[in-house]
């Protein structure tokens, strides 16, 4: 409790009073625009994720990274390109995500890259494998000032974890998060905020009781349990959870299933966030994976002119007029996360 509080403290700490009030503006946009129907944005986002890599050490089965099957390159995010864009926004960003697809620390500056958007101060996250995170990277990694840290763990015996995080070691998650706490504690850092992320599936959904345990024995701060987004859902899937409460899908009565939520016409994270790849794409969100909507680049223009550009302009109005003929909303669902 005193760790979700502190983390909560630095959030806030990092409100200065141009950030209040651009976020004031994209939260009055965001409602005018819902009152009026027609895409409305006058301020800049309260929050971006930047990609640092598509590379990936895993083959996680519902993972594009891990299928290795996009149809955009793999690449490294360049370090002028990051610079330039945060260098831009930051006096009005306050939440920025080092994380889109792929494995963060396989990137050789990621961590340089946090450490330059911490210095000016804004609240930086990012989530990993934890096959990376060594005694030197877990030092880096609090020295960074990385504000939050999500580690997956899929399971709490190897036979569970392997079954989704294909490839992965769990005793190489849990030597790294162990080497990360220690570090913490040893730099007196109250930074990074840790989570075990735990997606629940069907072949885990009995451990949710052991891996809480398993994060207050290590240190870790907070478990986030973790609905599963299923491409292929409609006829079942052997990931999808029983415990309906963990599943984003509902089965119908002549056994196929479907997502549980209304796509409703409006969206949020169009105002307030969005997504730049490792090469500079900027796309509306993380249902993105292959970067389809592609609303500008950052390479060749400001972000400034991009996100309140017409072609922006025109994804937010489509939403608003009729989200379901957007593909990528079709599988989405807001609010995945339940928290434990």
């Known amino acids: 409790m005193i760790s979700n509080l502190n983390d909560s403290f630095n959030l806030v700490s990092k409100l200065t009073l141009p950030r209040a009030w651009n976020a004031a503006k994209v939260v009055g946009s965001f409602y005018l625009s819902k009152l009026t129907k027609k895409p409305r944005h006058t301020g800049l986002p309260i929050s971006i994720a930047f990609e640092p890599t598509t590379s990936c050490n895993l083959r996680c089965p519902e993972c594009p990274s891990g299928l290795r099957n996009f149809t955009r390159p793999t690449g490294m995010l360049q370090e002028e390109v990051f610079k330039q864009t ?25 961590l340089d890259l946090v450490q330059y958007a911490s210095d000016k101060g804004i609240y930086t996250a990012t989530s990993t494998n934890a096959h990376y995170l060594n005694d030197k990277n877990a030092r880096k990694t609090i020295e960074s000032g990385l504000d939050r840290l999500i580690i997956s763990i899929d399971g709490t015996t190897q036979d569970t974890y392997q079954s989704y995080r294909i490839g992965g070691k769990l005793d190489k998650v849990l030597e790294g998060t162990r080497n990360l706490i220690r570090w913490k504690k040893q730099l007196k850092s109250k930074t990074p905020h840790v989570v075990f992320q735990f997606l629940v599936v069907k072949p885990n959904q009995h451990q949710i009781a052991e891996v809480k345990q398993l994060a207050k024995e290590i240190g870790v701060d907070k478990v986030g349990l973790k609905t599963a987004q299923i491409y292929d859902y409609a006829q079942g899937s052997p990931l999808i959870p029983t415990i309906d409460k963990y599943s984003r899908y ?6 196929t299933y479907k997502i549980k939520n209304k796509l409703i016409n409006h969206c949020w ?40 550009g017409k072609k922006y302009q025109q994804f937010r109005q489509t939403l608003i007029k009729s989200r379901s003929q957007i593909e990528m909303c079709k599988n989405c669902t807001e609010g995945t996360k339940v928290w434990g």
């Open 250 to 255: 509902e089965r119908q009565g002549d056994g």
């Open 269 to 308: 994270k169009m105002w307030h966030s969005c997504v730049i790849t490792w090469d500079g794409l900027v796309v509306p969100c993380c249902f993105d994976k292959d970067a389809h909507y592609r609303l500008g680049d950052v390479q060749k223009q400001s972000f400034k002119e991009l996100w309140q």
């Open 86 to 110: 945060i260098d831009e926004l930051q006096k009005t960003l306050l939440y920025l995500t080092f994380y889109f697809q792929g494995e963060p620390y396989l990137h050789p500056q990621f």
